[in-house]
Protein backbone atom coordinates (compact mmCIF):
# COMPACT_ATOMS: atom_id res chain seq x y z
CA UNK A 1 0.00 0.00 0.00
CA UNK A 2 1.78 2.83 -0.74
CA UNK A 3 -1.61 5.40 -0.97
CA UNK A 4 -2.04 8.44 0.90
CA UNK A 5 -5.05 9.60 2.88
CA UNK A 6 -5.92 13.33 4.38
CA UNK A 7 -9.42 13.52 7.05
CA UNK A 8 -9.86 16.94 8.16
CA UNK A 9 -11.14 16.80 11.44
CA UNK A 10 -8.87 13.64 12.06
CA UNK A 11 -7.81 15.00 15.86
CA UNK A 12 -10.78 14.26 17.15
CA UNK A 13 -14.14 11.82 16.89
CA UNK A 14 -15.22 10.17 13.91
CA UNK A 15 -12.14 11.75 12.12
CA UNK A 16 -9.73 10.57 14.55
CA UNK A 17 -11.04 6.92 14.23
CA UNK A 18 -11.19 6.88 10.07
CA UNK A 19 -7.77 8.10 10.69
CA UNK A 20 -6.54 5.24 12.68
CA UNK A 21 -8.60 2.47 10.54
CA UNK A 22 -6.86 3.74 6.82
CA UNK A 23 -3.42 3.82 9.21
CA UNK A 24 -4.19 -0.04 10.20
CA UNK A 25 -4.80 -0.66 6.49
CA UNK A 26 -1.25 0.78 5.74
CA UNK A 27 -2.32 4.07 4.33
CA UNK A 28 0.33 6.90 4.77
CA UNK A 29 -2.49 10.13 7.17
CA UNK A 30 -2.83 13.51 6.52
CA UNK A 31 -4.13 14.39 10.08
CA UNK A 32 -6.01 17.56 10.58
CA UNK A 33 -7.97 19.87 13.06
CA UNK A 34 -7.69 22.04 16.33
CA UNK A 35 -7.05 19.85 18.56
CA UNK A 36 -3.64 21.10 20.48
CA UNK A 37 -2.38 17.49 20.64
CA UNK A 38 -2.68 16.81 16.95
CA UNK A 39 0.67 16.62 15.78
CA UNK A 40 1.18 13.53 18.86
CA UNK A 41 -1.84 11.93 17.98
CA UNK A 42 -0.24 12.10 13.98
CA UNK A 43 2.70 10.48 15.41
CA UNK A 44 1.88 8.31 17.93
CA UNK A 45 -0.75 6.69 15.56
CA UNK A 46 1.81 6.46 12.89
CA UNK A 47 4.52 4.87 15.34
CA UNK A 48 1.77 2.17 16.16
CA UNK A 49 1.31 1.50 12.51
CA UNK A 50 4.83 2.50 11.27
CA UNK A 51 3.03 4.64 8.18
CA UNK A 52 4.39 7.78 7.33
CA UNK A 53 1.85 10.44 9.31
CA UNK A 54 1.85 14.72 9.05
CA UNK A 55 -0.39 17.06 10.76
CA UNK A 56 -1.91 20.34 9.93
CA UNK A 57 -3.76 22.77 11.78
CA UNK A 58 -5.27 24.53 9.30
CA UNK A 59 -8.54 26.45 9.77
CA UNK A 60 -11.49 25.75 7.41
CA UNK A 61 -13.14 29.21 7.69
CA UNK A 62 -10.21 30.29 5.56
CA UNK A 63 -10.20 29.43 2.06
CA UNK A 64 -6.32 30.00 1.67
CA UNK A 65 -5.53 28.19 4.19
CA UNK A 66 -7.38 25.12 3.10
CA UNK A 67 -5.45 25.44 -0.44
CA UNK A 68 -2.09 25.48 1.51
CA UNK A 69 -3.46 22.50 3.27
CA UNK A 70 -4.37 20.29 0.11
CA UNK A 71 -0.38 21.47 -1.00
CA UNK A 72 1.01 20.69 2.31
CA UNK A 73 -0.53 17.15 2.13
CA UNK A 74 1.21 16.38 -1.25
CA UNK A 75 4.15 17.51 -0.70
CA UNK A 76 4.53 16.37 2.78
CA UNK A 77 2.91 12.99 1.50
CA UNK A 78 4.15 12.97 -1.80
CA UNK A 79 0.50 12.41 -3.16
CA UNK A 80 -3.08 12.64 -2.42
CA UNK A 81 -5.09 10.03 -3.28
CA UNK A 82 -8.13 9.92 -0.60
CA UNK A 83 -9.65 13.32 0.72
CA UNK A 84 -12.09 12.52 3.63
CA UNK A 85 -14.06 15.83 4.34
CA UNK A 86 -15.31 15.24 7.76
CA UNK A 87 -14.56 18.09 9.89
CA UNK A 88 -18.08 19.67 10.98
CA UNK A 89 -19.29 21.82 13.96
CA UNK A 90 -22.99 21.76 15.53
CA UNK A 91 -25.19 24.51 16.81
CA UNK A 92 -28.90 23.87 18.28
CA UNK A 93 -31.36 26.79 18.32
CA UNK A 94 -34.41 28.06 17.07
CA UNK A 95 -34.47 29.73 13.74
CA UNK A 96 -35.85 33.32 14.99
CA UNK A 97 -32.76 32.94 17.80
CA UNK A 98 -30.32 31.28 16.29
CA UNK A 99 -26.74 33.44 15.93
CA UNK A 100 -26.13 34.54 12.63
CA UNK A 101 -22.58 34.40 12.79
CA UNK A 102 -23.09 30.84 14.12
CA UNK A 103 -25.34 30.18 11.13
CA UNK A 104 -22.30 31.39 8.81
CA UNK A 105 -19.97 29.35 10.45
CA UNK A 106 -21.74 26.23 10.02
CA UNK A 107 -22.32 26.66 6.11
CA UNK A 108 -18.16 27.45 6.19
CA UNK A 109 -17.36 24.76 7.61
CA UNK A 110 -19.58 21.82 7.01
CA UNK A 111 -20.32 22.99 3.85
CA UNK A 112 -18.32 25.45 1.65
CA UNK A 113 -14.77 23.67 3.07
CA UNK A 114 -15.69 20.87 0.91
CA UNK A 115 -15.87 22.35 -1.93
CA UNK A 116 -12.21 24.65 -1.36
CA UNK A 117 -10.94 20.86 -0.09
CA UNK A 118 -12.02 19.17 -3.41
CA UNK A 119 -11.32 22.20 -5.61
CA UNK A 120 -8.19 22.68 -5.09
CA UNK A 121 -7.15 18.62 -4.73
CA UNK A 122 -9.00 18.05 -8.27
CA UNK A 123 -6.08 18.81 -10.46
CA UNK A 124 -3.55 16.46 -9.02
CA UNK A 125 -6.83 13.56 -8.70
CA UNK A 126 -7.35 14.41 -12.27
CA UNK A 127 -3.48 14.08 -13.04
CA UNK A 128 -3.42 10.92 -11.42
CA UNK A 129 -6.51 9.34 -13.15
CA UNK A 130 -6.88 8.47 -9.57
CA UNK A 131 -9.32 10.22 -6.31
CA UNK A 132 -11.76 8.90 -3.96
CA UNK A 133 -13.58 12.06 -2.05
CA UNK A 134 -15.21 11.05 0.75
CA UNK A 135 -17.88 13.55 2.32
CA UNK A 136 -19.19 12.79 5.90
CA UNK A 137 -22.58 13.98 5.68
CA UNK A 138 -25.33 13.31 8.39
CA UNK A 139 -28.50 11.62 8.34
CA UNK A 140 -29.75 15.48 8.71
CA UNK A 141 -28.01 15.64 4.66
CA UNK A 142 -31.59 13.90 4.26
CA UNK A 143 -33.82 14.28 6.63
CA UNK A 144 -34.52 17.55 9.06
CA UNK A 145 -35.13 18.01 12.91
CA UNK A 146 -35.78 20.75 14.51
CA UNK A 147 -33.71 23.62 15.77
CA UNK A 148 -30.72 22.48 13.40
CA UNK A 149 -31.14 25.02 10.43
CA UNK A 150 -27.73 25.90 9.84
CA UNK A 151 -26.16 22.39 10.36
CA UNK A 152 -29.13 20.70 8.10
CA UNK A 153 -29.01 23.32 5.53
CA UNK A 154 -24.78 22.49 5.12
CA UNK A 155 -25.26 18.49 4.83
CA UNK A 156 -27.96 18.30 2.82
CA UNK A 157 -25.70 21.41 0.52
CA UNK A 158 -22.85 18.13 0.74
CA UNK A 159 -24.97 15.50 -0.13
CA UNK A 160 -25.80 17.61 -3.69
CA UNK A 161 -21.86 18.46 -3.97
CA UNK A 162 -21.60 15.32 -3.95
CA UNK A 163 -23.40 13.81 -7.28
CA UNK A 164 -21.69 16.95 -9.07
CA UNK A 165 -18.59 15.78 -8.51
CA UNK A 166 -19.20 12.42 -9.29
CA UNK A 167 -20.56 13.75 -12.66
CA UNK A 168 -17.35 15.55 -12.77
CA UNK A 169 -15.23 12.99 -11.72
CA UNK A 170 -16.49 10.13 -13.62
CA UNK A 171 -14.29 10.39 -16.68
CA UNK A 172 -10.78 10.64 -14.54
CA UNK A 173 -11.45 7.94 -11.84
CA UNK A 174 -12.32 10.11 -9.41
CA UNK A 175 -15.22 9.14 -7.35
CA UNK A 176 -17.29 10.92 -5.02
CA UNK A 177 -19.49 9.82 -2.08
CA UNK A 178 -21.51 10.87 1.05
CA UNK A 179 -21.64 8.95 3.96
CA UNK A 180 -24.84 9.86 6.49
CA UNK A 181 -24.69 8.77 10.14
CA UNK A 182 -27.16 8.36 12.68
CA UNK A 183 -25.91 9.47 15.99
CA UNK A 184 -22.42 8.46 16.88
CA UNK A 185 -20.79 9.55 20.40
CA UNK A 186 -18.30 12.14 20.04
CA UNK A 187 -17.15 15.21 21.53
CA UNK A 188 -19.71 16.74 19.03
CA UNK A 189 -23.03 15.26 20.51
CA UNK A 190 -21.86 15.02 23.98
CA UNK A 191 -21.79 18.85 24.00
CA UNK A 192 -25.54 18.35 22.10
CA UNK A 193 -26.44 16.07 24.89
CA UNK A 194 -25.93 18.88 27.48
CA UNK A 195 -27.42 22.00 25.40
CA UNK A 196 -30.32 19.49 24.77
CA UNK A 197 -30.82 18.65 28.39
CA UNK A 198 -30.57 22.69 29.36
CA UNK A 199 -32.96 23.76 26.50
CA UNK A 200 -35.97 20.78 26.99
CA UNK A 201 -35.03 21.05 30.81
CA UNK A 202 -34.21 17.03 30.52
CA UNK A 203 -31.64 14.77 32.09
CA UNK A 204 -28.44 13.71 29.89
CA UNK A 205 -30.12 10.17 29.73
CA UNK A 206 -33.55 11.36 29.32
CA UNK A 207 -31.93 13.31 26.04
CA UNK A 208 -30.33 10.34 24.65
CA UNK A 209 -33.47 8.50 25.06
CA UNK A 210 -35.78 10.52 23.98
CA UNK A 211 -34.29 13.06 21.83
CA UNK A 212 -31.21 11.37 20.01
CA UNK A 213 -32.16 7.88 19.32
CA UNK A 214 -35.61 8.67 18.93
CA UNK A 215 -35.99 8.31 15.17
CA UNK A 216 -33.77 5.65 15.24
CA UNK A 217 -35.14 1.93 15.18
CA UNK A 218 -31.38 1.07 16.54
CA UNK A 219 -31.53 2.78 19.86
CA UNK A 220 -27.60 2.11 19.88
CA UNK A 221 -24.76 4.93 18.87
CA UNK A 222 -23.22 4.63 15.41
CA UNK A 223 -20.28 3.22 15.95
CA UNK A 224 -17.28 5.07 14.41
CA UNK A 225 -15.88 1.86 13.28
CA UNK A 226 -18.27 0.87 11.25
CA UNK A 227 -18.20 4.44 9.63
CA UNK A 228 -14.24 3.83 9.12
CA UNK A 229 -14.97 0.33 7.15
CA UNK A 230 -17.93 2.32 5.28
CA UNK A 231 -15.00 4.79 4.18
CA UNK A 232 -12.44 2.04 3.36
CA UNK A 233 -14.61 0.20 0.82
CA UNK A 234 -15.20 3.41 -0.79
CA UNK A 235 -11.55 4.38 -1.12
CA UNK A 236 -10.65 0.96 -2.54
CA UNK A 237 -9.07 0.63 -6.43
CA UNK A 238 -11.62 -1.43 -7.16
CA UNK A 239 -14.49 1.00 -6.06
CA UNK A 240 -14.29 2.77 -9.37
CA UNK A 241 -18.46 2.67 -10.22
CA UNK A 242 -19.50 3.10 -6.57
CA UNK A 243 -19.99 6.97 -6.99
CA UNK A 244 -22.56 10.29 -6.37
CA UNK A 245 -24.55 8.35 -4.00
CA UNK A 246 -25.16 8.32 -0.01
CA UNK A 247 -24.48 5.65 2.15
CA UNK A 248 -26.96 6.05 5.22
CA UNK A 249 -25.73 4.03 8.77
CA UNK A 250 -28.60 5.49 10.75
CA UNK A 251 -30.03 2.48 12.54
CA UNK A 252 -32.40 2.29 10.31
CA UNK A 253 -33.68 6.15 10.94
CA UNK A 254 -34.71 6.74 7.45
CA UNK A 255 -36.13 3.68 6.45
CA UNK A 256 -39.31 5.51 8.33
P1 LIG B 1 -15.82 16.33 16.69
O1 LIG B 1 -16.25 17.60 17.33
O2 LIG B 1 -15.39 15.20 17.56
O3 LIG B 1 -14.66 16.63 15.63
C1 LIG B 1 -14.75 17.70 14.72
C2 LIG B 1 -13.38 17.98 14.12
O4 LIG B 1 -13.50 19.09 13.23
C3 LIG B 1 -12.33 18.35 15.17
O5 LIG B 1 -11.09 17.75 14.86
C4 LIG B 1 -12.20 19.88 15.01
O6 LIG B 1 -10.94 20.39 15.37
C5 LIG B 1 -12.45 20.03 13.52
N1 LIG B 1 -12.87 21.40 13.20
C6 LIG B 1 -13.94 22.06 13.64
N2 LIG B 1 -13.92 23.34 13.19
C7 LIG B 1 -12.81 23.48 12.44
C8 LIG B 1 -12.22 24.55 11.71
N3 LIG B 1 -12.77 25.77 11.67
N4 LIG B 1 -11.05 24.34 11.07
C9 LIG B 1 -10.45 23.13 11.13
N5 LIG B 1 -10.96 22.07 11.79
C10 LIG B 1 -12.13 22.24 12.44
O7 LIG B 1 -17.06 15.89 15.76
P2 LIG B 1 -17.54 14.48 15.18
O8 LIG B 1 -18.78 14.10 15.91
O9 LIG B 1 -16.44 13.52 15.08
O10 LIG B 1 -18.02 14.93 13.72
C11 LIG B 1 -17.26 14.70 12.56
C12 LIG B 1 -18.18 14.87 11.36
O11 LIG B 1 -19.23 13.90 11.40
C13 LIG B 1 -18.88 16.24 11.30
O12 LIG B 1 -18.94 16.69 9.97
C14 LIG B 1 -20.26 15.94 11.82
O13 LIG B 1 -21.22 16.84 11.34
C15 LIG B 1 -20.48 14.54 11.26
N6 LIG B 1 -21.50 13.76 11.94
C16 LIG B 1 -21.40 13.56 13.28
C17 LIG B 1 -22.40 12.80 13.89
C18 LIG B 1 -22.36 12.53 15.36
O14 LIG B 1 -23.38 12.05 15.88
N7 LIG B 1 -21.26 12.76 16.05
C19 LIG B 1 -23.46 12.28 13.16
C20 LIG B 1 -23.50 12.53 11.79
C21 LIG B 1 -22.52 13.27 11.20
Not at 11 to 20: F, K, P
Not at 22 to 51: C, D, P, R, T
Not at 100 to 122: L, P, R
Not at 166 to 182: D, K, Q, R, S, W
Amino acid sequence: MNKTVLITGSTSGIGLGIAEAFAKNGYQVMFHGLESNGLEIAKAIGAKYNVKTDYSNANLLDSDSIKRLIEDSISKLGSLDVLINNAGIQHVAPIEDFPEEMYEKIIAINMNSVFYTSKAAWKHMKAKKFGRIINVSSVHGIRASEFKSAYVTAKHGVVGMTKVMALEGAPYNITCNAICPGYVKTPLVENQIKDQAKAHQLSESEVIEKIMLKKQAVKQFISVESIASMALLLAADHATTITGTTFTLDGGWSAQ
